[in-house]
């Protein structure tokens, strides 16, 4: 049921009306170490490609951005090596969420993904608190940990067969 709310989001017509912005971020990236001639791709180009486009969509403040986007790369990769700072920062990104709901519902109405799940209704009722953070929580790591792992295998398989690449231009 979730689906029917989220899946207007991501239809490619809907993305399509973000491709300037998304093409200007990327290129924004690859004009950062383009001189230099080499990237170390996921951490040059993918991972703050994707915080600088999924974040903003989500409705979080830019003055936050970074912060989680640093507390969910370290979430993703350090579960195993420090699960208490992990734990810790699981929590805080969870009250974080639960404050930028509550404050998003007493404000103005904004063009994003949790004015969606704010109006959203499933079987004529509104979507709980509970169900907002698991669905924001899951577009978190699903835009930045699942499509960046993704994405850098798309990159690294167009370097490996240049061929390929070339059918893509």
């Not at 970074?66 to 993703?76: E, G, R, S, V």
């Not at 959203?120 to 924001?136: N, Q, R, V």
């Not at 790591?141 to 792992?149: H, N, R, Y």
Request: proline share 6%; with cysteine; glycine share 6%.
């Amino acid at each position: 049921k979730m689906r029917k709310v989220l899946n207007p989001l991501f239809l490619p017509e809907t993305v399509q009306k973000h491709k300037a912005k998304m093409e200007e971020v990327i290129n924004g990236f690859i004009d950062e170490f383009i001189d230099k001639g080499e990237a170390e791709l996921q951490e040059d180009l993918v991972r703050p490609t994707l915080a600088t486009i999924i974040l903003p969509f989500l409705g979080a403040p830019m003055e936050d951005r970074q912060m989680l986007a640093f507390k969910l790369d370290y979430l993703t990769r350090h579960r195993a090596d420090d699960p208490e700072t992990c734990a810790k920062y699981g929590e805080e990104l969870g009250e974080y969420i639960m404050a930028l709901v509550a404050d998003r519902r007493a404000s103005p109405p904004k063009d994003d993904i949790i004015q969606v799940l704010l109006d959203s209704k499933i079987d004529g009722d509104p979507l709980s608190d509970m169900e907002i953070l698991g669905t924001i929580t899951l577009i978190l790591f699903g835009g930045l940990d699942t499509t960046s792992a993704a994405l850098g295998e798309a990159l690294w398989f167009l370097i490996r067969e240049p061929e390929e690449a070339r059918k893509l231009l």
